[in-house]
Nanobody, 116 residues
Framework: QVQLVESGGGLVQAGGSLRLSCAASRSIFNFNTMGWYRQAPGKQRELVATITSGGSTNYADSVKGRFTISRDNAKKTVSLQMNSLKPEDTAVYYC??????????WGQGTQVTVSS
């Protein structure tokens, strides 16, 4: 089992920045993939960014060039730096841990609201 706790969400004006953090209850050193997803009201949960154990990253087209995902295995954390935020980035952001290809865990989510 892995518990994930997200933090760093809040209200920000368009063009502003936020940094989300996800703290894991145990080592993530050998976790295949860590990621951030988001879900806006009335919409399905969607991928924002992922990072593998080797450091390879993947981003949704809508956030490329604005968001940066990183992981600190020593601190058991995954972060998402979000710059140039837009109102359409408003959503609940969830951290996901994938220790292997056959199991995964979700955090409880953190609200991000971008005002125009």
């Amino acid at each position: 089992q892995v518990q994930l706790v997200e933090s760093g969400g809040g209200l920000v004006q368009a063009g502003g920045s936020l940094r989300l953090s996800c703290a894991a209850s145990r080592s993530i050193f050998n976790f295949n993939t860590m990621g951030w997803y988001r879900q806006a009201p009335g919409k399905q949960r969607e991928l924002v960014a992922t990072i593998t154990s080797g450091g390879s990253t993947n981003y949704a087209d809508s956030v490329k060039g604005r968001f940066t995902i990183s992981r600190d295995n020593a601190k058991k954390t995954v972060s998402l730096q979000m710059n140039s935020l837009k109102p359409e980035d408003t959503a609940v952001y969830y951290c996901k841990a994938e220790p292997s290809s056959w199991n995964y865990y979700w955090g409880q989510g953190t609200q991000v609201t971008v005002s125009s």
